[in-house]
């Protein structure tokens, strides 16, 4: 039998709604917070690659969280393409009208309530009886639903709850009218056999489960999110809740690009449908990387650097003779290029703004001449330039929009005969600012010289230096983690110059530190 839904209308029987959790579950894990900024160009990204529901995040848990949920519906949600927008809220009143308000403006919307159902978590966590989660199911679904008629709702450690009342809060959640209940694997526990039983169990034997949509949400701290949402998918879930780069709380959430791929590639297994366009998944996991300062492994399934690479002469050879031999799924089907090459100092504007086209950049003319200015200086110093090189310029480009510290020049003493000294140029809301300083080696001197001409309390929790590609000429992409007043910032560098890229780093955190600031606390930064 098919499915009506508020928002999908009558659904195919062989869809699966793909719901993104990248700026909800993702970003509530340590490390990957994400500005406003930052966030809306995430969404328009998995807009683009047609994600079907976007959480864009927790109204309730901070006016941050708000702010950014109410943007994304303003901006995004305004759209003709925009996906259904959700907001996660709890069982309770005040979380629900948070986020019926947050999600005001958006075209399509829907209200997401979670309870836990099991009883570890009723007994120690909500400190409610089985009766009153039902009762608070009921209220809250109820009041949803007169803000929005998309409403799901999702029994929390749902894979560790009993069978008989997970049976009956979802019957309680249905009649109050969830139009999506989704069953998560709060903690990473199940095993694919479970899955298959608990979907099996409710859709047997709970009533009017046919006309919902049921959802899986799984957690990797077993390294079995993606296996069992396809469990649950052959089982009968037709809506995923999953992340891009598998990012999330713990050990991360089932990663989209895996989920997707699977599902493409064993059609014979898994025959079901979705809309993503798979070709931007490889530039939106790089993105995502980007934002927060965090590579993928480069053993990644599908956007990993070795994920398309034959090393073993073997491989190679097969290969070479039938592609199959060796790969499941072509490499440019995911956005992966088949020559990785190749840019040079000979390359003209034309050539670059097309590369840069072929890499899934669309960016203005003053972005595009500050970038080629970028590339063509790193022609200069460096043999090959690589796509991953250019991609690095590019975001770092991108991402230095609005920034009211600029990095101008860094002049550098160091060695083993003198003192280490940095004489630093930044140019701070327009006007040029130099500082020299010394320091603990270059890298202190460096980051010395930047507290001197822009004071700051923050604390540098992390700094880390990577290789975009290999070679003693690869530039180097540094990360610096600054945290003031408990709010954590990633900035990011790159350039062939270790120091230049940590400095350029150092100062994107300070850039993205003060649009925090100014997002909670505007006095906070002194310049
Ligand atoms: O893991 C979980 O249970 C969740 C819910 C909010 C869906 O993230
Ligand atoms: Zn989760």
């Known amino acids: 039998m098919s499915i ?12 699966i709604i793909i719901f993104d959790t990248t700026l909800r579950d993702g970003e509530q894990s340590p490390g990957f917070s994400m500005n406003l900024n930052e966030k809306i160009r995430m969404a328009e990204a998995l807009t683009e690659i047609g994600v079907d529901v976007l959480e864009a995040g927790f109204a309730i848990a901070s006016p941050g969280d708000f702010e950014s949920v109410k943007a994304i519906a303003e901006s995004i949600g305004q759209r003709d393409n925009t996906p259904v927008l959700a907001s996660l809220a709890r069982a309770g009143q005040m979380d629900v009208l948070r986020a ?13 309530i979670v309870i836990a159902t099991s009883d570890l978590h009723m007994k120690y966590k909500l400190r409610l009886s089985p009766d009153e989660v039902i009762a608070a199911t009921v209220e809250s679904v109820t009041l949803a639903r007169q803000h929005a008629d998309d409403v799901e709702w999702s029994a929390e450690d749902a894979t560790r709850s009993d069978p008989d009342f997970l049976c009956r809060v979802i019957e309680a959640a249905i009649g109050a009218g969830a139009t999506t209940i989704n069953l998560p ?73 895996e989920i997707v791929m699977a599902v493409r590639t064993r059609q014979d297994a898994i025959p079901f449908s979705n ?65 990785s090459l190749v840019m040079g100092k000979h390359s003209g504007r034309a050539a670059f703004r097309d590369k840069l086209k072929t890499l899934g950049y669309s960016i203005g003319d003053n972005q595009l001449n500050d970038a080629f200015r970028r590339f063509k200086d790193l022609a200069d110093r460096k043999k090959v330039v690589w796509d991953e090189d250019i991609v690095a310029l590019v975001d770092d480009e991108v991402m230095r929009d609005h920034q009211r510290i600029r990095f101008v020049s860094l002049d550098l003493h160091a060695g083993s005969k003198s003192p280490p000294r940095a004489e630093l140029e930044l140019e701070v809301d327009g006007v040029v600012k130099s500082a020299t300083s010394g ?12 507290q001197q001409i822009f004071p700051h309390t923050a ?32 900035g990011q560098g790159a350039d062939t110059d270790t120091i230049v890229a940590s400095a350029r780093a150092y100062v994107h955190a300070l850039n993205k530190l003060l649009v925090k600031r100014v997002r909670t606390e505007p006095q906070a930064l002194s310049a």
């Not at 990644?300 to 031999?325: C, M, P, S, W, Y």
């Not at 590609?469 to 910032?489: F, H, I, S, W």
Request: proline share 3%; aromatic share 4%; with cysteine.
């Open 459 to 490: 604390n540098l929790v992390l700094f880390s230096v990577g290789a975009v590609t290999e070679g003693t000429d690869a530039q180097a992409k540094t990360t610096v983690r600054l945290e003031e007043n408990g709010k954590m910032v990633d």
């Open 185 to 257: 694997d709060t903690v990473g526990y199940a095993l694919p056999e479970d899955m298959e039983r608990m979907y099996s169990n409710v859709r047997n034997r709970v009533p009017g489960i046919e006309k919902i949509v049921l959802s899986t949400h799984n957690h990797n701290d077993l390294g079995l999110g993606v296996a069992n949402t396809i469990a649950s998918i052959r089982a009968g879930a037709r809506q995923v809740e999953c992340t891009i780069n598998g990012i999330g709380e713990r050990a991360g959430n089932a990663s989209l690009e």
């Open 100 to 112: 019926a308000e947050a999600l005001r403006s958006a075209k399509r919307k829907r209200i997401h």
């Open 4 to 15: 009506t839904h508020p928002s999908f209308g009558t659904l195919d029987d062989d869809r």
């Open 439 to 450: 320091g603990d080696g270059p890298v202190d001197a460096t980051f010395k010289a930047i």
């Open 275 to 339: 809309r993503i366009v798979t070709k931007q998944l490889l530039q939106i996991s790089k993105l995502l990387a980007t934002i927060t300062g965090f590579d993928v492994q480069p053993n990644k399934a599908i956007v990993g650097r070795n994920a398309f690479a034959h090393e073993a002469g073997i491989h190679q050879d097969g290969v070479l003779k039938h592609a199959g031999t060796y790969e499941i799924m072509t490499p440019e089907s995911v956005g992966w290029q088949k020559s």
